[in-house]
């Protein structure tokens, strides 16, 4: 992940998982405190970027959640939008919105039901999402 100056457009910093590897790294989003996210596909680890320290934040058990595609920071919450997950024979289905709470790294569902490869995931000012497939 490259950490990039927005007023110079420079890299000042490039962060890398603890095992110096390719992180696999899709979708980013940011938190109300500047902490920044991403999601190793590699790993299945969501990673932290909090007060320039790049770590490890929370392992994700991706038989829960299905792979990821898209993350959105809320105010107490980490929503992860699925993009695929096997079901009991081994066949892909839809995937699924996850959440991850900030206070204690809880994870839980929006629904039961397998909805989209989701790719947008959107607040549509009505209290529900628009998502994208």
Request: hydrophobic letters at 35%; a negative charge; one cysteine or more.
């Amino acid at each position: 992940m490259f950490e990039i100056d927005l007023k110079s457009g420079d890299v000042v910093a490039r962060h890398r998982p603890e095992d110096g590897g390719n992180g696999a790294f899709n979708d980013c989003t940011a938190d109300l405190d500047g902490n920044v996210y991403v999601y190793s596909a590699r790993l299945s680890t969501v990673y932290r970027l909090h007060a320039g320290r790049f770590e490890s934040w929370k392992e994700i058990d991706t038989s829960i959640t299905g792979g990821l595609n898209r993350l959105r920071a809320e105010i107490d919450r980490l929503l992860l939008g699925g993009w695929t997950e096997m079901d009991s024979n081994g066949d892909q289905q839809l995937g699924h919105i996850s959440i991850v709470r900030f206070a204690d790294k809880s994870v839980s569902r929006i629904g039961n039901t397998p909805l989209a490869h989701v790719d947008g995931l959107e607040p549509d000012g009505a209290g529900g999402y628009t998502v994208t497939d």
